[in-house]
């Protein structure tokens, strides 16, 4: 997903909206972070700064960190619920993130917002060939 040291939007969106995609993808991010100790470092990270951020707001369902990228999901039971945790989570001088591309999808009654964003600063742009 990352392209001339940017976050890919068009291959981030077609990754994030399909299912089977965004399953795929977790697994591999998994891979990478089950074979490196500082991808392991940056999940634990992450996903402390996510979860205090969505709080009673929602459920960190899914967060798998690469050397440069993490992806994962969240899901809030409403739209002014996942509002609030994401300016919580802006608000965070922990939550050092760079780009990052967002896709939200009706999960039941619920709203699940899929992300991937960078952890590297090298990596801070988006770039779209559209």
Same mark, same amino acid.
């Given at each position: 997903?990352?392209?001339?040291?940017?976050?890919?939007?068009?291959?981030?969106?077609?990754?994030?909206?399909?299912?089977?995609?965004?399953?795929?993808?977790?697994?591999?991010?998994?891979?990478?972070?089950?074979?490196?100790?500082?991808?392991?470092?940056?999940?634990?990270?992450?996903?402390?700064?996510?979860?205090?951020?969505?709080?009673?707001?929602?459920?960190?369902?899914?967060?798998?960190? *690469?050397?440069? #990228?993490?992806?994962?999901? @969240?899901? +809030?039971?409403?739209? =002014?619920?996942?509002?609030?945790? $994401?300016? &919580?989570?802006?608000?965070?001088?922990?939550?050092?993130?760079?780009?990052?591309?967002?896709?939200?999808?009706?999960? *039941?009654?619920? #709203?699940?917002?899929?992300? @991937?964003? +960078?952890?590297?600063? =090298?990596?801070?742009?988006?770039? $779209?060939? &559209?």
């Amino acid at each position: 997903m990352i392209v001339h040291n940017s976050i890919s939007i068009d291959m981030s969106n077609e990754m994030l909206e399909d299912n089977a995609l965004f399953s795929s993808a977790l697994e591999r991010m998994r891979d990478e972070e089950r074979t490196s100790a500082e991808a392991q470092q940056l999940a634990r990270h992450h996903r402390e700064v996510l979860e205090r951020a969505v709080g009673e707001l929602g459920v960190v369902e899914d967060l798998t960190c *690469g050397l440069s #990228l993490c992806i994962g999901s @969240v899901t +809030s039971l409403t739209q =002014a619920d996942h509002e609030a945790w $994401s300016r &919580r989570l802006v608000k965070d001088p922990a939550a050092r993130r760079y780009g990052a591309v967002h896709s939200y999808e009706p999960v *039941g009654d619920q #709203l699940q917002h899929r992300f @991937v964003f +960078s952890t590297d600063p =090298a990596v801070a742009a988006l770039f $779209s060939s &559209r």
